[in-house]
């Protein structure tokens, strides 16, 4: 079955490089998503990366996949306040539909 | 690009009574999802369209609940006879074409049952 685990809070201080991690278990698994929520709001695409690829940067994201160990993580650099908010990882699999499943979330909080 | 749209941000309703959401997904995009978020926990699946049809829905989805996306744009979500239980945010997101396109999300629906 799909199943997709994330640690639940995370602080940082402002300036600092913040790393969210994420666990799956479905190896069919062939995209995996990283969104942002903030209080009150839908959910904003950050990034996502491709199963058959080790890393992939955009800007002040790094999505590293470990694919053996069914791992993912989301690197902030220079994490800002703005950056204060639950950060969902979600995985697709070709045969359902391109449907998500997500984590329950990781709140990020961001001091000064 | 407009983003997607959902109507109403809110609803509050008593127990009992029927609601109806609707989602505008981008309007280029032919595949269109319904999910559900309840507080502290990360959006599940409920179904989803390409074009107008139906092709999947979740166990979650009891036969209180009906959705439609009669000509392949706009889609609307039906609560009947609603619960305590239901009590969530109702989230529409939205792709282009087949295969793994990310999906585009709306501000959600709250709905509140008193």
């Known amino acids: 079955g799909e199943d997709v685990e994330q640690s639940l809070f995370l602080s940082v201080r402002e300036g600092d490089s913040s790393v969210i991690n994420c666990t799956y278990t479905?190896?069919?698994?062939?995209?995996l998503y990283w969104y942002k929520q903030e209080p009150g709001a839908g959910l904003q695409l950050l990034t996502y990366i491709f199963s058959n690829m080790d890393m992939k940067q955009d800007q002040r994201l790094t999505v590293l996949l470990n694919k053996k160990d069914k791992h993912l993580s989301l690197r902030i650099a220079d994490t800002q306040t703005g950056d204060s908010a639950i950060y969902f990882c979600a995985e697709s699999t070709t045969g359902g539909g391109n449907k998500l499943t997500f984590g329950t979330g990781t709140q990020l909080k961001v001091e000064l | 690009d407009t983003g997607v749209s959902q109507n109403p941000r809110h609803k509050i309703t008593k127990r009992g009574q029927n609601v109806t959401f609707r989602c505008d997904p981008i309007?280029?995009?032919?595949?269109l999802y319904w999910y559900r978020q309840t507080l502290g926990q990360g959006p599940e699946f409920l179904t989803y369209f390409q074009n107008e049809a139906q092709l999947e829905k979740s166990r979650l989805l009891s036969d209180r609940f009906s959705a439609e996306r009669p000509k392949g744009s706009f889609s609307t979500l039906e609560i009947q006879r609603t619960e305590q239980g239901d009590s969530a945010m109702y989230l529409c997101?939205?792709?282009f074409g087949g295969g793994n396109q990310p999906q585009h999300f709306g501000d959600g629906t709250r709905l509140s049952i008193l």
């Open positions: 479905d190896s069919s698994s062939t995209y």
């Open positions: 997101a939205s792709s």
């Open positions: 309007s280029e995009h032919n595949r």
